[in-house]
């Protein structure tokens, strides 16, 4: 637990802070609005530095499909800047506040600069890929005070360093973002989604991978368990979204509803009913976690996903939902030792990686919340967090313990 907050109004006054941190070798946990705080593991810091004041768009260029917003704007202001000339943020990324605030969800969304920290994509990254992708430029403050910025404002952009990439799914453990610049898409005018019945799990994954592969180039594939009863789909339930002009969507959904219907009742959504639901999986509602349960992402090759969710279903009720055609697992269930051990052990079996996502501070403090890197990949992220943060102030033990 923090018992100090510090509130830099400006990038200037942010500098100063670290430099005063890192003269006294002070550690500070480094947040937005604090909507992911039981994320990974607890930050060992009494204090804590927020850049919730550094808000703002401060580019914003639609014919050129950039975006540019101080790192503590909130995403739905973002997203709301963007629907309104008919652009998006193009990996889709989840507003998770909900899964660890319900009750602030809207008093305290989440940030721009803590989505692109965790490097959170939805379910657009089969189809465009990751956060990581999309931010053509950064500002950011290290761990020495020091002001940096990489990248640009052009989509073409060869400049120095690719420090953009490096710090998208960071943490925060190597710099404190200040501003990103982020591409943007035309929003698309249509959408539809083909839903399938399915018997069980490794039935639904290959309905999915049919579809992934068909010419009809769906934009999301994910499977519910549960189905969506509020919308008529009982049992396990594959989803294909399908996103373009409407002529396009139409046929397209046709088309892949005939080529699937051998594999059980076919169900079209048309938009009005496909685009909340996609926003439901975007944000990992259906799986309906409870505030006392623990949350796990595990991702695997989708031929593997059956498996693992058969195995943690023995070893605990586990609540599931498969995302990015299989690839990516959410899991909820009891947050203990034992529940994370067995996460851990699926995702090993199958050659994937796990994440910790929510949890209470004891287990998070005691546990591999992320998968130990091997020993060459270790010692150069031990030098890149030296040459960024050698005092090691920002963020210290987020990821891995003594990091």
Known sequence: ??????????ESELAG???RATAGGEPLAIEGNGTKRALLRPVQAARTLTV?????????????????????TPLP??????AEKGQYLIAEPPDTTALFEAEAAETRPATIGGVVACNLSGPRRISAGAMRDHVMGVRLVNGQGEVVHSGGR???NVTGLDL?????????TLGVL???TLKVLPAPPDSATVAVSVRDLAAGVRVLSAGLGSPF???????????????GLQGPTALLRLEDFSDSVRYRAESLAARLGREGDVTLLEAARSVPLWRAVRDAAPLGALPEEAIWRVSVRPSAAPGVAASLSRAFDAKLLLDWGGGLLWIAGPAEAATHAAVMAAARAAGGTWTLFRGPDGLRASSEVLPPEPAPLAAISARVKAALDPRGVLNPGRMHAGL
């Not at 180039?217 to 919308?231: Q, R, T």
């Open 1 to 10: 637990m923090t018992d100090g907050l510090l509130s830099p109004a400006t």
């Open 154 to 156: 052009v989509l073409k």
């Open 17 to 19: 802070i670290l430099r």
């Open 77 to 82: 202001e973002i997203e709301a800047a963007l």
């Open 164 to 172: 953009c990439k490096l710090l998208t799914g960071s943490y925060g």
């Open 52 to 72: 919730r004041h550094l808000t703002g768009i401060t580019l914003y260029r639609p014919q050129e499909l950039i975006l540019s917003a101080r790192a503590g």
């Open 217 to 231: 180039g769906p934009s999301g594939a994910a499977l519910l368990p549960g189905g969506a009863p509020e919308l």
């Open 178 to 180: 200040t501003e990103v």
